[in-house]
């Protein structure tokens, strides 16, 4: 049957808010999406303690379901940590959490900057040479930062399980009201004290690395969580689609870069039925100065209907505060609008 929502959202391209949450609701409640799901809270692989001295650098980009208050609600979350240049021990950490659960509830975003990392390096590595896990702290109080009112830190923790990231690797964010502190080292994603229960659990779509690399002097970042309309018609091998959502966790440090784009896309079929597609890119060179970014790599195409998803599609995004613009298999497609979320080149 035709999917009243984004007819209506197709003929406005009104960039709202409420717009933009019509598109997610459909994201939300896609069948197509609800067989590939795994249960947020599955039980995790064995690793050893976390520890504020491991040399760690993480990267991360996609959704999740807002479990377990919101278990039907998709979550994008885009991620950067990793240690200062010079770093000796100590826990101390640089980089961004950005998270923007998709319901229209208040205290649904999070910009803030890392300061603490704990990390554990598995071994052996995946097959691409990541694998581990880490918590990673933001500071609520810093300046420009956004989290829910009467929170003074974030606590994130994720797993790097796979390749392939989805159904696999973890993602999950607690609320805190006391200042940034480390968890204990058995930490492994479950409540901790002055916080609210952990929201999030297996990736739904989208990647997490940890690498065992530290930090460097010069090295830049870009970290997005966020959503858009498209003003004017945008189509991709015939789905016209309406808006979309997008998690980016991406580095360039001495030309050498790394990093992950998740991207959904909402949209109509030619028989007028809704259409997700599910675009997920690992980075192999970007270019990242003057608060934009431009990230090259090969992607999984997921049209969400017909055929299975493929890989090695060359794939570009240019990317800044206000908006991004895709460019996959040489098709490029007009730039999506930044309406809600948030996007840091830095």
Sequence with gaps: MRYAVIERIARSRTASVTAILAVLVSIT???SFVQAR????SSSRSFA????????????????????????TVATFGVNARRPPGFVGGGQAVGRIHYDRHRNTTGRQVNAPVVLMEGVITN????????GKASIVGDCDAVGATCPANDHSVVVYVEDNSDSGANSDVFKILFCTTTPAPPPPTFAGGPLPNCDAPEGGTLRSGNIQVHSTPGEVGETTTTAAAAGIFPASARLNGVELAGGIFGIGAQNASGVSNGDVEV????????????????????????????????NGTAVLDMGEGPPPTGGHP????????????TIDGTALPNLPVSDGFVAVE
């Design 29 to 31: 409640l896609s069948g």
């Design 38 to 41: 795994v249960d947020p809270f």
């Design 49 to 72: 303690d976390l520890s504020g001295d491991t040399v760690a650098k993480v990267t991360g980009g996609g959704t999740v379901l807002a479990a377990p208050l919101y278990p039907n």
């Design 124 to 131: 052996p590595q995946t097959p691409n040479g990541t694998g």
């Design 264 to 295: 959904q896309f909402t949209g109509m079929s030619l028989l007028g039925l809704s259409q997700q597609v599910t675009i997920v890119a690992w980075i192999t060179s970007s270019t990242m100065a003057g608060g934009t970014a431009t990230l």
């Design 315 to 326: 794939f570009t995004v240019s990317i800044g505060p206000t908006g991004m613009a895709l």
